[in-house]
Structures are given as structure tokens and as C-alpha cells.
């Protein structure tokens, strides 16, 4: 597609409940990342993958959350049990190569508010 | 790790007054240096970035940036501003492999009329 397409745009949710959040990158880009942005806050890495190599996982916050992402295309952000402090906008990127010389295109964001 | 401060977090500003937001970097080795700005209920939108060569960078809707070195600074600038010109901005940094970029945690420049 012409840009990076991430649904739902909002999202509310029980604690506890799971979630799932999806992100269709630009056909093409090898490289998809999500992040979190807090209310009043920076964006805070979580998951980077890369073609077929393994993704990198480092700023996964903790066992609750996951991510798939099928060859170059739609990736799946699932939090489970959430939690209050999970209340944030997740923000999907992507980006033609794996060079850091690429910059990033951002889907709108999934808003997601644990109740 | 490489960290990048933004030391206004917000920035009130009257509109045609120019303006500057400043960041630093932590990293001492090359870096990639980008600015973003958000619109309220948007997404990320790269303004400018700098790679190499001249350290003045150009970016969309009238905006630069300087890279200095020695400083590790990377601070935006626009001559004049516009209503249009309220939104959030993100300066980030990577290095020249793979990692991913660090964002700072942004500065909210107000335009007021």
C-alpha cells in the first residue's frame, strides 16, 4: 500500500483481557519496528524484525508481550493480561532496508486504554 | 547505549518569531540524525535527516537543522513559523548498522497567534 496501515485506531480494553494490534507495512519494506508512546512521552522501542532474520526483541517490556511478522508483510503485536500501564499509543514503522540510513514511515497508531 | 535529550519540552512561540528546538546525542561515533514531527491524532512524519556531508540539512516545510560534531548537537530551526507549525517533534539517532532508531521524548512547540 501507499503507506503503513495499522488497525484498530482505538482500541479500549479490560484489564486482563488480550489484544492484538496488526500493522501492514509498505510493500517492499524489509524492515518493520514497533514502538510505544506514553502519554507525554518519547517512543519507547519494542520489537524490530528484519527480512527472515530473527527479530530483535530487546525492548519488549516483559513476557506479556509478543510479535509476529509473516516474511515482509502484516505484523501482529499481541499484549496478554493487560494491564493499566499498558494504556499507550503503539506505533508501527517501516523501512525499505535494513541500513540505518533509511528513514522510518509511521502508520497512525493503535490507541489503546486498559480499563 | 546511545540516548538523545531534548531539553524543551515544551516551546511556546509567537507565530512568525523563529524558533529553535535543541537536541544532543549521546553516541560519539557516526550516527544518522533525524528530526519528526507529529500532528495531533497522527503519526510520524520525517522532516529532515542528515547521513553526511554538509552539516546544514534541509528539511520540509521551510525547517533545517545543524549538525555540529563536537557538541553532539542536532537543533531544528525555521525562520519563521506558522499556525500550521503546532505539533510535537522527535529527534532521533542511529548508528550506521541495523539498530534502531532512539527517539528523545519530544518537544511540543506552540504557535501562538
Known amino acids: 500500500g501507499a503507506g503503513v496501515s495499522q488497525s484498530p485506531s482505538n482500541k479500549v480494553t479490560e484489564k486482563g483481557k488480550d489484544v492484538e494490534l496488526r500493522c501492514d507495512p509498505i510493500?517492499?519494506?524489509?524492515?518493520l519496528y514497533w514502538y510505544r508512546q506514553r502519554l507525554g512521552q518519547g517512543l519507547e522501542f519494542l520489537i524490530y524484525?528484519?527480512?527472515?532474520?530473527?527479530?530483535?526483541k530487546s525492548g519488549l517490556p516483559s513476557d506479556r508481550f509478543s510479535a509476529e511478522r509473516t516474511g515482509e508483510s502484516v505484523s501482529t503485536l499481541t499484549i496478554q493480561r493487560t494491564q493499566q500501564e499498558d494504556s499507550a499509543v503503539y506505533l508501527c514503522?517501516?523501512?525499505?532496508?535494513?541500513?540505518?540510513?533509511?528513514?522510518?514511515?509511521f502508520g497512525s497508531g493503535t490507541r489503546l486504554t486498559v480499563v | 547505549a546511545q540516548s538523545v535529550t531534548q531539553l524543551d519540552s515544551q516551546v511556546p512561540v509567537f507565530e512568525e518569531a523563529p524558533v529553535e528546538l535543541r537536541c544532543n546525542y549521546s553516541?560519539?561515533?557516526?550516527?544518522?540524525l533525524f528530526w519528526y514531527v507529529q500532528y495531533p491524532n497522527q503519526g510520524l512524519q520525517l522532516l529532515l535527516k542528515?547521513?553526511?556531508?554538509?552539516?546544514l540539512v534541509k528539511g520540509i516545510n521551510g525547517f533545517e537543522a545543524e549538525f555540529n560534531k563536537s557538541q553532539t548537537s542536532f537543533h531544528l530551526r525555521k525562520p519563521s513559523v506558522h499556525i500550521s507549525d503546532t505539533a510535537e517533534y522527535f529527534c532521533?539517532?542511529?548508528?550506521?548498522?541495523?539498530?534502531?532508531?532512539?527517539f528523545g521524548k519530544g518537544t511540543r512547540l506552540s504557535v501562538i497567534a
Open positions: 542528515y547521513l553526511s556531508g554538509s552539516t
Open positions: 514503522a517501516s523501512r525499505r532496508g535494513g541500513g540505518g540510513n533509511y528513514g522510518y514511515t
Open positions: 532521533a539517532v542511529s548508528d550506521r548498522g541495523n539498530t534502531p532508531l532512539v
Open positions: 510493500s517492499g519494506h524489509t524492515a
Open positions: 553516541s560519539s561515533v557516526s550516527v544518522y
Open positions: 524484525f528484519q527480512g527472515n532474520s530473527a527479530p530483535d
